[in-house]
């Protein structure tokens, strides 16, 4: 039987049957896409065009597509067992002393589903630890979908400083708990513990803020805010999420040497498969596997499937050989300082930002610390760029000061015809646009 489907096709079936055609706006890549097949560092679409993957699953996908070693423990796995959800499986309790051997906050773990279901648990822990209901989170900062902190991510200028949630429907009487302060800055929170003693309940923070893009917290910035929170009485949350085994097994906490008392993770932790963690102190995580009065509820009947637990292990064991991450590494670094280098060449007011192989360009100059810093971004030349990127077949999100993202299966090649597509791109868009140094 001959398939006659074709992308004009599939958008219209899609669109009868799916809110918006697609499973979240935060999908739409501007023209409709309809992918087929991905493999490797390459996306393949119904109409046969091949695609670089700068996207990679919104990060998760940190060895590549359909990585054979993933695909084999799955189906290793899944020849023996499949859902349970009752007592406990040999492969949660290798994939947990794994988990535990590599992050240094984990006493213990818990499994759920998520990276917004992580963030969700970690709050509730804390406030339940604490008896206190206030959160401190960051300007620019996502960690999930639900009330307690979807707001005042990527924000007008207008609304910076105010309460601007993310979405309609959003209960406000549990958003009003939580507080919203810039990044980087450990004497505006000082002075908000000090006004406040004993009604925070966590501070929650990207170590790097990914999701402005690439804004690293300082390490006096962290270590101050492991001080005071160990002086507040406060439940330091690293959400992980992105960070976490993309730029380290042990994330960003390894690296920065700074261990916070809970971590949340997922999108890397399983290149693909759904999952969300929750680490940390044995006193904090006993809660969760307590019952009765004092005790928090974490439950799921997916929590720890199979085929995902065989997928982390598949991960943790490749992300583990030696000099993957070097590697990874070294390719973005070459990204950076290329783009940097094509900017120069062009007279771009603009930069080039990102850790490790999360990379992306900044189009404003000078330094940058905090959401603020980044309101000067050239917005309109950023999205004019992302979407030439995407018709000229590099796959990323056509937003502005969104990161992007190379993988295991990138190579130096691949990477060297993007930059020379991206050159020209730039230089075709600076030609008619006022960007320039």
Not at 178 to 198: F, R, S
Not at 289 to 310: I, K, Q, Y
Not at 368 to 396: P, S, V
Request: proline share 4%; aromatic share 8%; charged share 20%.
């Amino acid at each position: 039987m001959i398939n006659h489907d074709n992308t004009t096709s599939l958008i219209e079936r899609a669109s009868a049957v799916m809110p918006g055609g697609l499973l979240s706006p935060s999908r739409r890549l501007g023209a409709p896409h309809v992918f087929a097949r991905a493999q490797g560092a390459f996306l393949y679409d119904v109409d046969g065009h091949q695609y670089t993957d700068y996207h990679c699953g919104f990060g998760a996908n940190v060895l590549g597509h359909c990585h054979p070693a993933v695909r084999e423990r799955i189906a290793t796995v899944s020849e023996d067992i499949d859902l349970v959800g009752a007592g406990t499986m040999r492969l949660e309790i290798e994939v947990a002393e794994a988990l535990v051997d590599c992050i240094p906050c984990a006493d213990l773990v818990a499994f759920c589903n998520s990276g917004s279901e992580a963030t969700y648990h970690a709050l509730r822990l804390a406030r339940a630890a604490t008896g206190r209901k206030r959160i401190i989170k960051f300007q620019g900062g996502y960690h999930g979908w639900h009330d307690y902190v979807a707001m005042n991510v990527q924000s007008h200028a207008q609304a910076v400083g105010k309460y601007d949630p993310i979405s309609a429907g959003i209960l406000e009487d549990a958003a009003r708990h939580t507080v919203v302060l810039p990044y980087n800055d450990a004497q505006v929170v000082e002075d908000y513990l000090h006004a406040n003693p004993g009604e925070v309940a966590a501070i929650i923070i990207e170590p790097i803020a990914h999701n402005m893009g690439s804004v690293i917290a300082t390490d006096v910035f962290l270590r101050d805010l492991r001080r005071l929170t160990s002086d507040h009485g406060v439940v330091l949350i690293f959400d992980e999420v992105i960070t976490g085994f993309r730029h380290a097994l042990g994330g960003y906490q390894s690296i920065a040497g700074i261990t916070p008392d809970l971590a949340t993770f997922g999108k890397a932790a399983s290149s693909g498969y759904p999952v969300g963690l929750v680490a940390g102190r044995r006193d904090l995580m006993e809660l969760v596997g307590r019952t009765g009065e004092g005790s928090v509820f974490m439950g799921g009947t997916f929590n720890g499937t199979p085929s995902t637990l065989a997928a982390m292990q598949a991960t943790i064991d490749e992300l583990s050989k030696p000099g993957f991450y070097e590697r990874l590494f070294a390719l973005g670094a070459f990204m950076r300082a290329e783009l940097d280098g094509i900017l120069d060449r062009l007279g771009l007011r603009a930069q080039s930002a990102g850790f490790g192989s999360v990379w992306l360009i900044y189009f404003l100059s000078g330094p940058y610390r905090d959401y603020q810093d980044l309101l000067r971004n050239d917005d309109a030349f950023d999205l004019a760029f992302r979407k030439e990127m995407i018709a000229n077949r590099m796959i990323g999100q056509p937003l502005p000061l969104k990161r992007l993202y190379l993988s295991g299966s990138h190579d130096r090649a691949t990477v060297e015809k993007s930059l020379d597509v991206i050159e020209t791109i730039l230089r075709r868009l600076s030609t008619r646009n006022t960007t320039r140094a």
